[in-house]
């Protein structure tokens, strides 16, 4: 997959487009991206292309709400994107300018001078540009003008559900692990760099791998969860815990630590992510370190059993 920073120096053949933030690249974004892969292979010589903004466009026009948690850092987007043979990925930074440009010249400058659209593929709830004037049947219109095919998908189901990103931060935020990955159709993932923590893990015989991820990375409920840890192409079980560790820190910051099993290298500095399996039990403060590391095997009991 091809990524563009920007609109400069962009050579696409016959591009079919899609526009959209993708946070979370969720089952809902799934039918349309297939669609995209579909349609671009049904074009002569045609190419799939992504659309899509950082920051999230929610942090521009709403710059006085708390920040919109992220189902996905922008490497994360990255690559989930690329298992959907996307052949083109644009990233375009959202400014206030972008905002406030009319959907019909976003058409005009953007899809149809720079990028050349032949098929515009877009999600049934499309809106864009100011006011999010850009909806199904303007573009109707524009289509029309410009002479490139329009096609409109219909809302994604599950279990009657609607999915939406919105949705999925709710469930992720209660800890609602099955919900979550119900909903985007693999399991969430959150990655960072390994960096260096106290020690405490280490000194009652559970090391951990502290992650220190993105600033706006949205993060589930506190507590233990069974996860899945990535570590240069290899998977390894873990249990990771979210919170402020009440047994052993006063400090109410909140720290990510996974203990990975059967692994004992240096990771220090490296990238690495999890996957979440299964929410084990809340954060909890503990009478003292015997109480913490008797839990804590009785987590790894519950992990094993979660895995057969």
Excluded: C, W
């Excluded at 006085?64 to 644009?90: A, C, F, M, R, W």
């Excluded at 709830?125 to 095919?149: C, I, M, P, T």
């Excluded at 960072?192 to 993060?219: C, D, M, W, Y």
């Amino acid at each position: 997959m091809n990524v563009y920073f920007g609109l400069d120096d962009i050579r696409i053949t016959n591009p079919v487009v899609t526009i959209g933030s993708f946070d979370g690249v969720h089952s809902g974004h799934a039918k349309v991206l297939r669609n995209l892969y579909e349609s671009a292979v049904q074009q002569p010589s045609g190419e799939s292309v992504i659309i899509t903004f950082e920051p999230h466009p929610r942090e521009v026009l709403y710059p006085l709400e708390k920040p919109v948690g992220l189902l996905t850092t922008l490497n994360e987007k990255i690559e989930l994107l690329s298992s959907y043979k996307i052949d083109n990925l644009i990233i375009l930074p959202f400014t206030k300018e972008l905002a406030a440009m009319p959907y019909t010249d976003f058409v005009k400058t953007v899809l149809v001078d720079k990028i050349g659209v032949k098929t515009l593929v877009v999600g049934y709830d499309h809106h864009f540009g100011k006011n999010r004037e850009g909806n199904y049947d303007v573009l109707k219109e524009s289509a029309q003008l410009y002479g490139f095919r329009l096609k409109q998908e219909n809302a994604y189901m599950e279990n009657a559900v609607n999915v939406s990103s919105t949705k999925i931060r709710k469930a992720l935020e209660l800890g609602d692990v099955p919900t979550v990955n119900k909903l985007l159709g693999y399991r969430y993932i959150i990655s960072g760099e390994v960096v260096h923590g106290e020690k405490i893990g280490s000194s009652i015989g559970f090391p951990t791998a502290n992650i220190q991820v993105a600033e706006r990375k949205l993060l589930p409920a506190t507590g233990v969860y069974a996860v899945e840890v990535h570590i240069n192409g290899k998977n390894y079980a873990g249990i990771m815990n979210i919170g402020t560790r009440p047994t052993v820190s006063t400090s109410g910051v909140q720290t990510i630590e996974v203990h990975i099993l059967d692994f004992a290298d240096d990771i220090y500095g490296k990238e690495i992510s999890v996957s979440l399996i299964a929410r084990i039990r809340g954060e909890r403060k503990f009478d003292n370190k015997e109480e913490l590391q008797s839990q804590l095997h009785e987590d790894i009991k519950h992990l094993y059993y979660i895995l057969n």
